[in-house]
Structure formats: C-alpha cells, structure tokens
C-alpha cells in the first residue's frame, strides 16, 4: 500500500531562482532549499503530492475551482515565465490523481479537475530547487487561497485528512511525500507592498505567530486563529497558509523536525520527517 | 499592448473610465473600481502602460486600504 512519509512546507518566490542564479550557492535561500533538498532526498521518495495556489495562470476568474486536482500523465512548468527557471515536463500519476480526487469527493469536497493543464511558479519553483531533474511524479492539489471568500483552515484541514485516507487506500506501494506551497504574510501588487518593492509583508506579527504554533505542534490552535479575516489582513495571497494547513491534515500531528523562518519574505521551510 | 496599449485594448468590452485610467496606468483608480492588485502587478513587470516597479508602486501605495486591504473612501 501507498504510505505518506513526510511533509514539507516551502516558499514559492517566484524571483528566487534568479536570485540564486546570481547570488551563488552559499546565499540564504539556496541554503534553505538546499537543506530541504537533502531532507527530500533522504525520505526516497516515489511522489509528491502538493498543496497550491494558482495566481490566476492555471485557473482565471471565469473557471475558478475552490478545490481541484490536476489528472494527467505529466505537466508542463512554469506557465508564467518566472526568471532563470527553465521549462520543465513533469511526470505526474493520473491514476492516483483521480482516486484522490473520488476519495475526497466521497467525504464531502466537490473536487474540479483539470487535464493537459499546466502550473505556474508555486509549484514550478520549489521543484526547480527540490528535484531539479523533475524524477519524482508530482500531483498537483490546488485550493483557491487568493480571492474571497476563502474555504475555511478547518474544511482545508480535514480535506488533507480525506487525501491521507485515499493514499493510505491506493494499493502500489509507493512513499509520498506531501507538501504545502506558500506564505503566511504577503501582499502582491497591492496597496500593502513596502516602499519601492512589488511585495511586502503587512502582517509579521502573524507570520512569526504561525511558525510559533507549526513549532509548538498547536495546530487546532493555527485552524483557529486562521480566520479569513486574518488570512487576508495577511496580505492579498495570505490564503496560501490553507496550503500548509492541508499538508498538516494529511500527515498528522507530529513535531516539525524544523521550521527555518525567513521573516522578510513572510514565509519559512518546515520539514517534518517520520520515516 | 506595449507598444500601442490604446489599439490593443480597443476591442475589449470596457467602459470609457477603465479605458482611460488602464491607458494612463491609472492603477490606484482600477484598483478602488475592483480590479484585482495581484493581477495589476503584471502590467508593470511587462512595463505597459507607462508603468514600472516605481511608479506602479506609488500609485498603489497611495491607495487608502483597511485592515484586510480593501479600499476606502
């Protein structure tokens, strides 16, 4: 049988492949992709499910899904041409995809799906850093993080709990790895960006509180205190915690082997790793 | 759209205000009609418009928001 061996939250900065390109190895953010890195390859990993938020590339405000499963072979990445990522095909499983899907349906969540679909950068840029050579599968989840209304941290939670129940039901014996694509504080393009830059962080106080919480193993504290309200006074893509949320429900409560922060972008790299 | 964004907006369904403020890369305006700030951003990475990363920023920043970022009179 198919079993989940460990999840792993990740940023998704868009301008951070080119940053590294130019920067070199030993900057910040190649050191803590490169330490995750290590730890994914470490767990052996047979395929990733990832938790997302389209910015609007994948899906548009006439076809907008709260929840969806991308069902195909492979996918092309990135459809939004972030800088120095190349273009990448990357293996996906349709079989396993649509069972996710029934499963997740059958407890409740009316799943939408896409076929012969591509992703932007928040999937596209952790696996540009995380499995370059694109050898592991990757199913994409995608949960509507950015326009409100928002599903609730609590329906996001339970749904990853249904994803488990699906991949613990598939009959390969495949070791999974889940993850949680995005920030906690970020505004993009809107009227909370700092001085001069295209983003900003509007509310730091929250981002450090979640990571206090993801450290403390509160998670039915972090459901909680992840209203919609403080999602979006988070910044306009503040939703994208329900990723992490998600990745928390289907791994189970268990201690983060670490949580790295990088309180600037308002965002961190957590690993939790059992098996 | 760069080079002409007048011509390449003409054949959208658009009311003569958000013309006029999308050819003047009036974002602040676009953004208290409704318009999507996430999705704005584009216009000044592709730097149409008129817009750059500095004055896309200004205009924005000179929107009042509340706490959750929405605007206000």
Redesign the interface.
């Known amino acids: 049988m198919a079993q989940i061996v460990a999840g792993f939250g990740v940023p998704h900065t868009p301008i951070f492949p080119h940053f590294v390109k130019r920067d070199g190895p030993d900057c910040e953010i190649a050191k803590l992709f490169g330490a995750q890195k290590q730890e994914l390859a470490a767990t052996r990993p047979d395929l990733i499910v990832m938790f997302d938020t389209d910015?609007?590339n994948t899906f548009f405000?006439n076809d907008l899904p709260i929840f969806a499963v991308g069902i195909d072979t492979s996918f092309k990445a990135p459809n939004d041409e972030p800088r120095d990522v190349p273009n990448y095909t990357v293996k996906s499983h349709a079989g396993l995809a649509a069972h996710i899907r029934a499963v997740a349906i059958g407890a409740g969540y009316d799943v939408g799906m896409t076929q012969n679909y591509s992703v932007d950068h928040s999937i596209t840029v952790p696996l540009h850093f995380l499995t370059p050579d694109m050898h592991v599968p990757v199913i994409p989840f995608f949960i509507s993080g950015?326009?409100p209304p928002l599903p609730s941290a609590q329906r996001c939670h339970a749904l990853g709990q249904a994803v488990a129940r699906a991949i613990e039901a598939w009959p390969e014996p495949l070791r999974i790895v889940i993850m949680g694509s995005g920030s906690f504080s970020l505004?993009?393009?809107?009227?909370?960006?700092a001085?001069?830059?295209?983003d900003g962080v509007?509310d730091p106080d929250w981002a450090a509180r979640v990571i206090k919480l993801l450290e403390q193993q509160q998670i039915d504290r972090l459901i909680a205190e992840s209203t919609e309200?403080q999602m979006?006074?988070a910044?306009?893509?503040g939703g994208e915690i329900l990723n992490w949320i998600a990745m928390l429900g289907a791994i189970g409560d268990r201690k983060p082997n670490y949580i790295a922060p990088q309180m600037q972008n308002g965002h961190a790299y957590g690993v939790w790793r059992w098996n | 759209m760069k080079a002409d964004p007048a011509e390449a907006l003409a054949p959208l369904d658009l009311t003569d205000e958000e013309r006029r403020a999308l050819v003047a890369g009036d974002v602040g305006t676009l953004?208290r009609m409704g318009v999507?700030?996430?999705?704005?951003?584009?216009l000044?990475?592709f730097e149409v418009c008129g817009l750059n990363?500095?004055n896309?920023?200004e205009r924005?920043?000179?929107?009042?928001?509340d706490?959750?970022?929405q605007?206000v009179a």
Request: net charge positive; charged share 15%.
């Open positions: 910015h609007l405000l950015h326009l505004e993009v393009g809107g009227p909370r960006m001085p001069g830059r295209s509007p309200h979006l006074k910044g306009n893509v | 953004f999507n700030g996430f999705l704005m951003g584009y000044a990475r990363v500095g896309y920023n924005m920043r000179a929107v009042k928001v706490e959750i970022g605007p």
